[in-house]
Every structure is written in structure tokens, then in C-alpha cells.
């Protein structure tokens, strides 16, 4: 027998297979007579079965379109599961999902716990990127026979990029019902260290651990589990086990000593770190992780501030040349208010790795912290060309030269910025105010509606728009509204107290400017603005004196201020 005869045989075999059972067969064996009717019956099916055939012929030749039609030409005279699925299966290797899909489900309608159906179907959803639908069909199918141990997993695979939590559950069925199984108890660890549960992240290790005991670098993960879920006594087990078998190994002693550190057994973890310290032979990385150890605890225990600073002192003064020991004692000085300190040690930084934008931004917040504008835009300056496609960069540096009326460069750095991440809102605020102040009120006012129009409940766009608005006599009844839903939100904010108190004064509701200007004052450090605002308040109120007192105390913060010294010359508005 040739390779063509072999290839028809085994084609009439499936052909005998798929249709011997077809749900729609109209014409059973019997032994009545055949009327005209089933032979009209009998004499379609076998047009449709030639067609099957000759679809599965094309098929297996790889012409799945030319299989495509012939099983169309078959659906014109049997309907039936058989031919809907074998179009299902052509349609999608010609990737054409959706007919796929229809074929599919339709072939699951006919024979609906034909689970060959509904793993082909799961597979064309798949295809699809229909991940959902997918995981449905393998639900059914482990309703319909939950001894496979493969549709568990594919139905916890499919939930766990969507669902983790029910993927979870899956696992967990599958642990239950056919035992401890690698693969299912690795998904299992990762899923539970992604949703932060630690302890059950632990377990699922410790069971991976039952099934390969000599596995070292299992029980290493084990205990910085342990160690994450604050089972601290069962991971100091572990290291020690580890240790006892590799002694000199410096990532089990380093994690060990952090161990005893969380516990604060300070001088156990002094002692254990000291034997890597002093090495030199030991490389830089290992030495700045023992840093980082105590860098992570100082937020909880300042009395490890000077430790932890000795560490890197002692690691910059061996490794004079690497720009990381620099960037801890510099944000070790900066959270101990050490300015100069900070100062000298992230410049060392932007020196030695001008590349690492951390070290520019570090550097300038310390100034930023200051006030003091000139010193920003002279680092970032320097910044934007070593670092030009860094957002915080040309953000900040933005905002410095905002603040130093140097708004045509102010609005370039914020364009800057915004081309690198225009979804940003703290950039468009900023972008925005800086065309306000310019004038340019065209781009504030596209810029604010589209600002809105992705956050429509962002207080401090509601807030600077507003003012704008009222500032210039426009649309005050909706700059009155965005008002009220910015202190809403933030009721205590001074500036947003002082927005809807100017409100009021354009509407000439003098009582209600007095009452929010004034409680913007309270909170203290406001601006000149606010003060000329509430002097201004109070001169409509008939209170000249008082008027008087706050346009002084105004002129005082702002002393270039014009208009505000005529106004107090002149004594009224």
C-alpha cells in the first residue's frame, strides 16, 4: 500500500469516527422501508460526507482554505458537530479567529461534552487573546471530568495573568486532589510573593522543599520568605543549616546577619557582617548590600543612622572610585538635615556617574528644599545635558525657572517634559500655569480642558483654572464650581481657600471672600496675593483700617509691587 492509499485510510478512518456518531443523523437504522424522504435523507448525507472527505484531504495537504470550502459545501447538506469543528480548526490556523470562534461554539452547541471541542475552542480564544472566554471553556471542561491533571493547570494558567486570587484556588484544588506537584507549587510561591502573602509564599516553598530536600538554593528562598513574613526563627533554621554545610558563603551570612538586624540583635549582626567587611578580597556589591540592610532599617530605628553611615564611609574609602557609597551618604545626610553634607556627596555622585539622573535630581531637591531657585536651574542645567530624556529633570528644572520668572525657558523645560511623559498631570498643571502667567491663555486653557477632561476630579487643576478664569471675568458661575470641589477635597488648602474667596469678591459677595480669605491667612506662609486679596475684601466691607494692615503686610512679602503701593498711597482700591 502507497503513501496516497495510507493517507485516504486513515482519512475515511477519522471520517468513520466523527460522523459514525453525528448528533444530526436523520436517517437511523431500521428495519421499515425506506419512504422517499429518507432517501432524499440519505442521498444528502452522503453528498455531505464526499465533501468532509475531500476537506480533509485539502487539510491534511496543508490548503486550508480549499478545506474551508468543501466543509462549507458539506454544512449545505448535513449539519452537524463533526463538520462545524473541523471548519473551527481551519479557520483558525488560516488565523481568522473570529470565524474559528463561531464554528467552534457551534460545534460545542451540537455536542456539548465533547471536551476535544472545547480544548480546541480554549485554544482559538487563546489565539484570540480572548483569555477569558478561554478560562471559561476549561472550567467546563474540569466540571465535566476533573481527573486530568492538565485542563486544572491550563484553567490556572489562563486565570493567572487576570485573576491571581482564583488562579490560587485552582493550585490549590489541583495540591489537593493529585498531591504536591513542582511545577504547581512554583506557580504558587510567585503568585503569593506578587500579592505580598509571604507566609503562604513560605509554604508553597517549604512543600517544593519536601519534594527536592538537597536543594540548596530552594532553602535559601524558603528562608527569605521566612524572613518577608516575619517568621524569623524558622528562617535563622535554614541559614543555619546552609551555613553549616558552606561557611564562607557570603550571601547566606549577609542574609543571616539581616535577619538578626530586623530582630535588632545588633551587635550578632555587627559581628556576622564584620567578617565580610573587613575582607578584601570580597567584592564592592556584596559590601553595599550590607549598607543597604542597614539603610532599609533606619526609617524604623534611627539609632542606626551612625552605623549605617560608618558602613559606607568604610566602602567609599576602599572603593573611592564607585559613585554608590557617594549616593547613600548623601541621602543619609539629606534625611539628617546634613545639607552641606548632602550637598558634597551627591555632587561626588553627578561627578563620578553623571549618566545616573538620581544623583542630579538628589542634589537639587536639597536646594529645592531651600527655596533656593538659582542653585536648582544651575544643577539641572548641567542635568538636562547629561541626562536630556530624564522627566524629573526637565520637570523640575521647569518648575525653577518658573519660580524665577524665567517663564519662556520655564515653558520649554515643561514641554520638554510633557514629550516625555504626557500623562503626567503635575506636568501639565505646571506647563499650564507657566501660560497663564505669560498670558498665553489659549494653551492654559487647552491645556487645563485636557487636563480635565482625563481627570475631571483633580483638585489642583480645578483649583488653578478656576483662578484663572476669575482672574479674567470668565465663566465665573463654572470657576465658582470647580471652587467648591477643590476644597471639597482639600477644605484646610490656603490657596484653594483663597481661589474661592476671590470668586466670591468677583461676584460681590464680600461675607463669603472674607470668610475664606481670612481662613486662608490663618493657616500662616501664604503669599502676598493673599493678603492684598483679603485687604481688598476688606475695603469693599468699609473697613479701610484693616485693609490698610494687610496691604502693608503684602507689600512687606512682595516689595516690587506697583500697583499695591499706589493702592496704599491713594488709600483705597
Known amino acids: 500500500m502507497n503513501r496516497l492509499e495510507l493517507k485516504a485510510l486513515a482519512i475515511a478512518f477519522i471520517v468513520a469516527i466523527m460522523f459514525g456518531g453525528c448528533s444530526t443523523s436523520k436517517n437511523a437504522a431500521t428495519d421499515q422501508p425506506q419512504t422517499a424522504q429518507t432517501q432524499v435523507d440519505e442521498r444528502s448525507r452522503d453528498i455531505a460526507l464526499q465533501h468532509f472527505i475531500n476537506g480533509s484531504v485539502h487539510e491534511s495537504n496543508g490548503e486550508y482554505a480549499e478545506a474551508i470550502l468543501e466543509f462549507q459545501d458539506a454544512l449545505r447538506y448535513d449539519e452537524n458537530d463533526a463538520i462545524y469543528f473541523a471548519l473551527a480548526k481551519n479557520y483558525s490556523l488560516l488565523n481568522k479567529h473570529t470565524l474559528a470562534i463561531e464554528a467552534g461554539r457551534k460545534a460545542i452547541g451540537f455536542s456539548p461534552d465533547n471536551l476535544d471541542y472545547r480544548r480546541t475552542l480554549a485554544e482559538i480564544y487563546v489565539r484570540a487573546f480572548e483569555i477569558d472566554s478561554a478560562a471559561a471553556q476549561y472550567a467546563q471542561i474540569v466540571q465535566r471530568d476533573s481527573s486530568k491533571i492538565e485542563s486544572w493547570y491550563n484553567l490556572a494558567r489562563l486565570y493567572q495573568g487576570r485573576t491571581p486570587l482564583k488562579a490560587l484556588e485552582v493550585y490549590e484544588a489541583i495540591v489537593n486532589r493529585f498531591g504536591p506537584q513542582w511545577d504547581v507549587l512554583l506557580q504558587m510561591a510567585e503568585l503569593n510573593n506578587s500579592l505580598q502573602q509571604y507566609g503562604k509564599a513560605a509554604e508553597a516553598l517549604r512543600m517544593m522543599s519536601e519534594i527536592d530536600p538537597s536543594n540548596n538554593e530552594l532553602k535559601r528562598s524558603l528562608a527569605q520568605a521566612y524572613t518577608r513574613s516575619e517568621q524569623y526563627e524558622k528562617a535563622l533554621e535554614i541559614y543555619t543549616g546552609l ?6 558563603n557570603i550571601e547566606y551570612i549577609a542574609e543571616a546577619a539581616g535577619v538578626y538586624l530586623v530582630r535588632k540583635e545588633y551587635e550578632r549582626a555587627a559581628e556576622m557582617f564584620e567578617g565580610i567587611l573587613a575582607q578584601d578580597s570580597v567584592v564592592v556589591d556584596a559590601k553595599l548590600r550590607i549598607g543597604e540592610i542597614y539603610f532599609g532599617q533606619m526609617e524604623k530605628d534611627s539609632t542606626l543612622v551612625p552605623l549605617a553611615r560608618s558602613i559606607f564611609l568604610r566602602i567609599r574609602d576602599k572603593h573611592p572610585e564607585d559613585w554608590r557609597p557617594y549616593w547613600f551618604l548623601g541621602a543619609i545626610a539629606a534625611l539628617s538635615k546634613e545639607e552641606t553634607v548632602a550637598v558634597e556627596n551627591f555632587r561626588k555622585v553627578t561627578e563620578l556617574a553623571s549618566w545616573n539622573a538620581d544623583g ?3 542634589l537639587s531637591s536639597v536646594f529645592l528644599e531651600k527655596n533656593n531657585y538659582e542653585e536648582v536651574a544651575t544643577i539641572l542645567e548641567s542635568a538636562v545635558k547629561a541626562v536630556p530624556e530624564d522627566f524629573r529633570v526637565n520637570f523640575f528644572l521647569g518648575v525653577a525657572l ?3 520668572g524665567k517663564n519662556e525657558e520655564a515653558a520649554r523645560s515643561l514641554e520638554r517634559a510633557r514629550g516625555i511623559n504626557g500623562d503626567d498631570m503635575g506636568a501639565l498643571s505646571q506647563l499650564a500655569l507657566v501660560y497663564d502667567t505669560m498670558k498665553k491663555f489659549d494653551e492654559s486653557d487647552r491645556l487645563y480642558e485636557e487636563g480635565l477632561k482625563k481627570e475631571p476630579d483633580n483638585h489642583l487643576l480645578l483649583n488653578n483654572y478656576a483662578y484663572s478664569l476669575a482672574e479674567r471675568n470668565l465663566q465665573i ?15 484646610e488648602n490656603p490657596s ?27 493657616q500662616g506662609d501664604v503669599s502676598a496675593v493673599v493678603h492684598e486679596h483679603l485687604g481688598d475684601v476688606y475695603y469693599m466691607l468699609r473697613d479701610a483700617e484693616r485693609a490698610l494692615e ?15 503701593k499706589a493702592k496704599i498711597d491713594r488709600g483705597r482700591l
Request: proline share 3%.
Open 243 to 248: 551555613l553549616e554545610l558552606q561557611p564562607e
Open 496 to 522: 484653594y481657600l483663597d481661589t474661592i474667596g476671590w470668586i466670591y469678591f468677583k461676584l460681590g459677595d464680600y461675607e463669603e471672600a472674607e470668610k475664606n480669605i481670612s481662613k486662608a491667612v490663618a
Open 360 to 362: 542630579w535630581v538628589y
Open 402 to 404: 518658573n519660580r524665577l
Open 550 to 564: 494687610q496691604w502693608n503686610i503684602s507689600l512687606k512679602i512682595d516689595s516690587s509691587n506697583q500697583e499695591l
Open 477 to 491: 458661575n463654572r470657576a465658582l464650581a470647580m471652587a467648591k470641589e477643590a476644597v471639597a477635597a482639600q477644605p
